[in-house]
């Protein structure tokens, strides 16, 4: 008897708890991203500025404490990936909430370097890594259980809600930035105002985990221990060797990393990449980001559907496709000082909705890839590793590149050069995965 045939749709009741409790530890995690990429510029005046440092170098280093907080996601979606396979995805993930809420109202109030001198830049890192272990074991345990609870063909909308939510807080972390720069003057955005969007992170955490608390145990990691507990079960649980497993998030990374580095450039390096290379005021380019973020918002869900609709691969081609034709083209219509405004903010949405097409898809395209004793592990890994390489490092690639070269093009090179690579992996997807069920 095959597993598809053994498949038990879960409640509609806890399938929709399933998707609210997985989306809310997402909003909270890329919020906290958006908002520090939103205050980078104000984050290295406080943190990372010197005597005899300039702007430019101060703003490196704050890139370079955001790509190390990168660089141990992949260390917490090994950790928490291994707990949530073992003990189940409810309990890891409510460790990883805590975790993840307390590192970011700490930076809210972290002393800055006037007051605590070199200690000051020491402890945002620590804090930074703290977030990145966090941040690494919220994404594998979110995709699997709100896809493992979806419904049979809906895995696509479902999983679109996890990047749905990491949308609305990216939006919602340039939104709160854009309002604070409107009604504080720059003085008192620059003293204290900046903390203020991190301290909002601890009532969301205790809405998020008071949801997480209610949540049951998904349907596939349930059916697996029960198969493993009684050997004469008719469920087969798929033991993937290790060289299996490493080849699947190998083959993840590269479906991946055009999202990875394309997301990343167009909705969260954007604002200084505007100010510290074209001029633009913190404000527009706020604003710019703002706009960005909604268009990726917008096309997130559709995706999703259409993904469930016609497979993953076309879906997210499409996507891969057209920002390595167009990241050129909309970096050129924000770099001539003749563009309208409605023509940047146009282009600037487009370039997120396009991000959006590889984003809606992803999460269960990922999911699809493991069986559930090594899903959470795998696509935590997957999604972690690309996001160390081409997402958390971006802003200081395309920050040192710009300023070594003088090319203000380098963000569309980067981008046009990952998502080449990702249009052969996506190729390799398979057409029917997506009206299959999951592998025990």
Known sequence: MSNSTLVKQPPAKQARRALVAGSVGNFIEWYEFGIYGSFATIISANFFTTAGATDFEALIKTYASFAIAFFFRPVGAWIFGRIGDRIGRRPTLIIVLLLMTGATTLIGVLPNYATLGIMAPILLTLVRILQGLSAGGEFGGAVSLMTEFAPTGKRGIYGAWQSFTVAL??????????LLSSAMSAKDLSDWGWRLPFLFALPLGLVALYLRLKLEETPN???????????G????????SKAETAKAILLGIGRLMGWSAAGYTFLVVLPSYLQTSLNATFQAALIATVLANAGFAASIIPSGM????WGRRPVMLAG???IAVLALPLLKVLQDPTSSPWLMGAGVFLAGAIVGMLAGPGPAML?????????????GLAYSLSNAVFSGSAGLIITGLIASTGNKDIPAYYVMATCVVSVFALATLRGSAHKKALRD
């Open 169 to 178: 807080g990216l939006l919602a972390g340039a939104g709160v930035a854009a």
């Open 221 to 231: 990691f349930q059916r697996t221990v029960a198969a493993e507990r009684n050997p």
């Open 233 to 240: 079960s008719a469920v087969v649980v798929v033991h993937p």
């Open 306 to 309: 259409l993904s469930d609709r």
């Open 320 to 322: 891969a496709v057209l």
């Open 367 to 379: 999911s699809e890839m493991f069986p559930t004793t090594v899903r959470y592990t795998g696509l």
